[in-house]
C-alpha cells in the first residue's frame, strides 16, 4: 500500500491562499492517479481535483475551478494543491488519495471516490470570513 502524508493545511482569511502538498511513497511501477478530496463539517467527502502522473486527465470540482491547481511532481513523488481565493464554503478536511497502477493508462483516474484505494490522514483547512 501506499504510505501518504499530507501538510500545509491552516487557517487563513477569505480571499487568502494555501498550498496542500502530499508526499506518497510505495509506488509499484510509478504510475498512479492522485488527487485531492475534502470533507467539510455534516457534508460527504467530494472531489476537489484529480491528475494523473503519466499526464493529463485533469479534473477539477466546479466549485473550485479557476481557483485552485492541481500539480504532480514525480521526481519527488509529491502532489500539490494551489489554492487562491479561499472562501469559507473551502473550509473542509482535505484528504490525499492514489489509485497505484499497475500499467501506464490513465483511463482509471477522475472524481470516482471508491477508485482510490490510498488515503493520507487528512489536513485541516479553515477559512474565516
Known amino acids: 500500500r501506499l504510505h501518504l502524508v499530507e501538510s500545509g493545511g491552516g487557517a487563513v482569511e477569505a480571499g487568502g491562499s494555501l498550498t496542500l502538498s502530499c508526499t506518497a511513497s510505495g509506488f509499484t511501477y510509478g504510475s498512479s492517479c492522485m488527487g485531492w478530496f475534502r470533507q467539510a463539517p455534516g457534508k460527504g467527502r467530494e472531489a476537489v481535483a484529480t491528475?494523473?502522473?503519466?499526464?493529463?486527465?485533469?479534473y477539477y470540482a466546479d466549485s473550485v475551478g479557476g481557483r485552485f491547481t492541481i500539480s504532480l511532481d514525480n521526481a519527488e513523488n509529491t502532489l500539490y494543491l494551489q489554492m487562491n481565493g479561499l472562501n469559507t464554503g473551502d473550509t473542509a478536511i482535505y484528504y490525499c488519495a492514489a489509485i497505484d497502477l499497475w500499467v501506464w493508462d490513465g483511463s482509471q483516474c477522475g472524481p470516482t471516490e471508491h477508485r482510490y484505494n490510498n488515503w493520507g490522514q487528512g489536513t485541516q483547512v479553515t477559512v474565516s470570513s
Open positions: 491528475a494523473y502522473s503519466g499526464g493529463g486527465r485533469l
